[in-house]
């Protein structure tokens, strides 16, 4: 049977590559000093499409995206892997959205698309680590969702049997399509780009990309090749204002501190016998040992 | 069926502190009574009730528990449909008794259960959430621009950017503020034999369509070590080296009645289990010793053992940022200052 399934994939500042050029002198990261990437748990969600649609020919795998022109990277790295269709969501007024508002939107999205079978999250993104947005789509889209997907068991027709992993456990479970899933990155090892694909797609832009390099005319001829990344804005996906965005966020980020250690300047002790046991002895005088 | 709407809450200072009373078949874990511990501060500072939310299939044994553990008041609701927690029939009792009761506040452990509840729940309020908290407090808010002063503002305090950055959430105008708190970061409030709570009891009806998921099967493993509850933990790193030299950090865990413990490198390695690993992707600890040998101190491990009262570094490399942390700092080989270090407990200098 043939699958309509949407990756959602975020383009990510790289949290490992922080160092101390990316903090800004308040205490804020200064994004742009660091390598956007693919936010590595939704290489494991796109893995787990790819493989569902390895096993059932004709099923349909849209990468979609909220942010910035510049995330269109993730839509093509999303296609030189196997994906099929690629969905830019952008716009100015969905600036400073938190989870609720991300999630208010993407599913206005997805609503766009009509039948969807499954919707393909990460199980977070490494910029927040909050692993809201998942369960927050499944609930504006009204429909049931699986988190912290290990392993897909079975599909069948419309039924999907999954195992979870919860903490200190796990979990086989079974609903009916349409679903959400949100996948763990010990769920699989994402394939690598197919060099056929990459050669084909890496052609593939969105008009805003166009626009911004100067080359709009190249619009139609990349639209007949089935390589202009689709654009969306908020009026197309009928999404109510009220909802996005700034005013469509309930939290709102009061302070940031960057964190730098306590440098409480620490004694120093000689790695001696003596030296040990004054220090053993000092542990004992404040009964932290007994 | 047609999706069921709820009525945001909006801001009532009345509103009492939730904690949702997470529990597995019939048995609480540590987490909701760590939340109810910080739930006492807040709600004294609020002067309103902190009140636990406890849902499932026989579970009324628990509310004594809950209520030595510090909830004033307690909302059961019983129900056979309830007994295997799923996303959809508890987002309902939740959001049912939200609705009603208006609390202010609404905790949850950032737990596989609680991570996979407060969103959904936070989606139909349509209200804020702030994911792995290791902080609440209470405080007012001026806002910058229009200088309105929003007063006794839950203020969750949280790493976010790779544990690069902690930042402080709040929302003041969509309620409840909610937030799930990350496992072991809270104290575990003093057990209250005599305290007793007031029941209120709930009904919520559970339909088919409520109970979308069928769970086939359910395991929980036992967890094998218990880092959080230790008080005294020695920690090694990937400068220990190998798995053989890790038998040094087991010999001075044990000669000090302490659990080994391990940076995420030194799991990595397969030095030892990542039951054992401490830091933001492990176990946050606060023992009241830390000892750190063969750790450089990268933040991510930092982030989960920086609040130990005491902490004790052995390091070769004098200028390895755990320094900057510890209290005692070691320069040393550990293969020798280990040896050393058991001798003089030994001794009890
Ligand atoms: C998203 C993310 C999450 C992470 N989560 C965690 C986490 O939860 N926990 C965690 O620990 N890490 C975590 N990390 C990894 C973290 O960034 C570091 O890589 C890791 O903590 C390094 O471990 P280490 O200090 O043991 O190893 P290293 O950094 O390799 O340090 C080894 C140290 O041992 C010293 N040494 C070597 N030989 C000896 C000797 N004979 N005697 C004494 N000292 C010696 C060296 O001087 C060095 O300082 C995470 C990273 C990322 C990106
Ligand atoms: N802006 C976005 N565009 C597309 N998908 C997103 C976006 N934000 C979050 N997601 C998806 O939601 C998951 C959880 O994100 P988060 O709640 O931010 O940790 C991610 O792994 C993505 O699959």
């Known amino acids: 049977m043939a699958y309509n399934i949407v990756v959602l994939a975020k383009q990510v500042p790289d949290t490992k590559a922080v160092t101390g050029k990316a903090m800004n002198d308040d205490g804020t990261v200064n994004r742009s000093a660091l390598p956007a990437i693919f936010n590595p748990e939704d290489l494991n969600a796109l893995e787990l499409a790819l493989q569902i649609k390895d096993d059932n020919p004709g099923t349909k795998i849209t990468m979609m995206t909220m942010g910035l022109p510049s ?9 030189y892997r196997g994906a099929d269709r690629m969905i830019l969501v952008t716009d100015r007024r969905a600036a400073a959205s938190d989870t609720l508002a991300t999630s208010y939107i993407l599913s206005c999205a997805v609503k766009k698309l009509g039948k969807v079978d499954m919707v ?36 069948k027709d419309q039924t999907i049997t999954i195992k979870r992993s919860v903490g200190a456990g796990w979990e086989k479970v079974q609903c009916q399509l349409p679903v959400v899933l949100t996948v763990l990155d010990t769920a699989n090892i994402p394939r690598p780009v197919a060099a056929r694909k990459m050669m084909k797609f890496k052609k593939a832009h969105s008009a805003m990309e166009l626009a911004k390099a100067d080359k709009a005319d190249l619009a139609d001829a990349l639209k007949a090749k089935g390589l202009l990344i689709e654009e969306w804005n908020l009026d197309h996906i009928e999404a109510d204002l009220q909802w996005c965005g700034r005013d469509g966020s309930p939290t709102k980020v009061n302070r940031i501190q960057s964190v730098v250690l306590a440098a409480s300047g620490h004694k120093k002790i000689e790695p001696t016998e003596q030296g040990l046991r004054d220090m053993i002895h000092e542990l004992i005088e404040d009964h932290t040992i007994g | 069926m047609k999706k069921r709407k709820y009525k945001m809450i909006e801001v009532n200072r009345q509103g009492e502190v939730w904690v949702f009373a997470e529990q597995y078949e019939g048995s ?19 002067g309103v009730k902190l009140s636990a939310v406890l849902a499932g299939n026989k579970v009324d044994t628990l509310v004594d528990e809950l209520a030595a553990f510090g909830a004033e008041k307690i909302y059961h609701v019983e129900n056979t449909d309830l007994a295997h927690y799923q996303t959809i029939s508890y987002t309902k009792v939740l959001c049912q008794l939200i609705e009603k009761h208006k609390p202010q506040i609404v905790l949850f452990g950032a737990t596989a259960i609680g991570r996979d509840l407060a969103p959904r729940i936070a989606s139909k309020m349509r209200c804020g959430l702030t994911a792995d908290c290791t902080d609440l407090q209470i405080e007012d808010f001026t806002e910058p621009r229009t200088k309105e002063v929003h007063s006794n503002l839950l203020q969750q305090i949280r790493p976010a950017f790779g544990g690069n950055i ?20 809270m104290p575990m409030p003093e057990r209250n034999e005599n305290a007793k709570a007031e029941v209120v009891k709930e009904t919520v009806s559970i339909s088919p369509e409520d109970l ?32 053989e030299g890790f038998k040094h950090i087991w010999d001075l865990a044990n000669a000090l009645g302490g659990v080994p413990a391990a940076s995420r490198a030194a799991v990595d ?8 690993q401490v830091g933001q992707t492990g176990t946050t600890v606060r023992p009241a010793l830390y000892i750190a040998v063969g750790i450089s101190g990268a933040i991510q491990h930092t982030a989960g053992m920086s609040d130990s009262a005491k902490v004790v570094a052995i390091n070769c490399d004098p200028d390895a940022p755990i320094f900057g942390v510890a209290n005692f700092g070691i320069v040393g080989d550990y293969t020798q200052v280990i040896p050393k270090l058991i001798k003089a407990i030994r001794e009890k200098a």
């Open chain 1, 71 to 79: 995330a269109c990277e993730v839509l093509r790295q999303g296609m």
């Open chain 1, 120 to 155: 393909i999250c990460g199980r977070q993104a490494i910029d927040g680590d909050t692993a809201q947005v998942g369960p927050q789509c499944a609930e504006k889209l009204d429909i049931p969702q699986i988190t912290y997907v290990q392993e897909l068991l079975d599909l």
């Open chain 2, 28 to 46: 609480l874990g540590e987490v909701p009574l760590e939340l109810l511990g910080r739930g006492r501060l807040l709600a004294d500072k609020l």
């Open chain 2, 166 to 185: 902690i930042a402080t959430i709040i929302n003041y105008d969509r309620w409840p503020q909610m937030a799930t708190v990350r496992e072991g970061v």
């Open chain 2, 212 to 243: 979308a998921i069928k769970i086939l099967e359910q395991h929980r493993e036992a967890k094998k070590v218990n880092l959080k509850a230790s008080r005294i933990i020695v920690a090694g790193g990937a400068g220990v080296g190998s798995k």
């Open chain 2, 269 to 276: 390695l397969g030095f030892i289990d990542h039951d054992y």
